[in-house]
């Protein structure tokens, strides 16, 4: 990103003022928030939205390292409803290695995350990045796909704060010819966060990513994403417990262990627990990449009680033929509901025929968007 794109906001009509939070012990900050203009870097102590307020979200909003934000329940943050597909890209909220941020949406009054268009569409804007210093195999200062953040380390613990009861939707703007935003994006983010309830609608590339790290997730809704619905990759190590996937474009999960070195230590370790896929009855959701996409080496990945939707291609995962994914697969380490995958019975009905996965029972709280 132009630092320009990242600089604050020099005239601002609301001054944040401290107030007590459970979550951190807050300290005053110099940020100052504009509700109709809401950019900038928060550099230093804490800064808390106001749950009465509808932020439009006008240029990158980064926590830089040190500091924090807080997001109360109900808060509703908007993209710059003005905004054509150049500046769209430069919309996004970001959270660099050693900030903070606290989503603290509840099932009656999740935090929303959305475009500000009257005829929202995906990648209207960019999506939510989050940093940190667990570990990656890309090495210890990688650079996320887009915003130039720095990002992993040697702490997998790391604690980049808490997502809960979070809708985000109409994202993954195209940055540049190779790159886009995800819904939400970790990048080495490590297991003293919290991530749970989290709904991603209409993202233009991938639902949510994990890019190595060490965080664990629970209740994840991704429906209609225009790449891959869930990726993992680049030594992701952790465990993802219920997953419900609608509208698929290319997989409804993407593993990956490193796209230079397909056996790069640390590997990828993903345990993916309760899980359906569906591709959704919209013609342009094909699923050209299967259930699964077994992706630059796979790494280990195990899957318990995944169900995979009749709309779904029959054939069951996309592999590819380098030399790491298929040790991986003679050694055992791709399961499925208890079963070795083998290349040679490579079909949905073999694995997955008497799993029930999760149900939308665990969403209750989300409501489709319009």
Request: aromatic residues 10%; contains cysteine; hydrophobic residues 35%.
């Amino acid at each position: 990103m132009k630092k320009s794109i990242l600089a604050i906001l020099a005239i601002a009509s609301l001054t944040f003022t401290s107030c007590s939070n459970d979550n951190s012990n807050e300290a005053s900050s110099s940020f100052q928030v504009n509700v109709d203009d809401l950019k900038g870097e928060i550099t230093d102590g804490t800064v808390t939205l106001d749950a009465n307020e509808t932020y439009t979200l006008t240029g990158g909003l980064i926590v830089k390292s040190g500091a924090t934000l807080v997001i109360p329940a109900g808060t509703t943050i908007q993209s710059d409803p003005t905004a054509d597909a150049a500046k769209s890209k430069t919309i996004f909220v970001a959270v660099e290695r050693g900030a903070k941020i606290y989503i603290n949406g509840t099932a009656a009054k999740p935090v929303v995350m959305t475009s500000g268009k009257a005829t929202p569409a995906q990648s209207d804007w960019g999506g939510l990045i989050i940093c940190g210093d667990a570990k990656v195999n890309t090495g210890d200062n990688g650079t996320s796909e887009v915003g130039s953040l720095l990002y992993g380390g040697n702490n997998n613990a790391d604690n980049s704060g808490s997502i809960t009861y979070l809708k985000i939707a109409y994202t993954g703007s195209k940055f540049s010819d190779s790159k886009e935003y995800n819904g939400v994006s970790f990048f080495g983010v490590g297991s003293g966060t919290t991530v749970s309830n989290i709904y991603a609608f209409e993202s233009g590339d991938d639902g949510i990513e994990f890019f190595g790290g060490a965080v664990n997730a629970s209740n994840l809704l991704i429906i209609n994403s225009y790449d891959d619905s869930l990726d993992f990759a680049d030594g992701y190590q952790g465990t993802i417990t219920n997953v419900y996937i609608s509208g698929v474009t290319a997989a409804g999960v993407e593993g990956s262990n490193n796209a230079a070195n397909d056996i790069k230590e640390p590997m990828t370790n993903a345990k993916i627990n309760n899980i359906s896929i569906y591709k959704g009855s919209d013609a342009k959701f094909t699923a050209s990449e299967k259930a699964i996409n077994f992706k630059e080496g796979g790494g280990i990945e195990t899957y318990t009680n995944l169900f995979v939707g009749s709309d779904m291609p029959t054939t069951f995962a996309k592999l590819d033929t380098n030399t790491g994914a298929t040790a991986r697969i003679a050694a055992g380490d791709f399961k499925v509901n208890g079963i070795n995958f083998v290349t040679a019975n490579n079909t949905v009905a073999t694995y997955v025929s008497n799993q029930t996965g999760a149900t939308t029972s665990a969403f209750a709280w989300t409501n489709y968007f319009n």
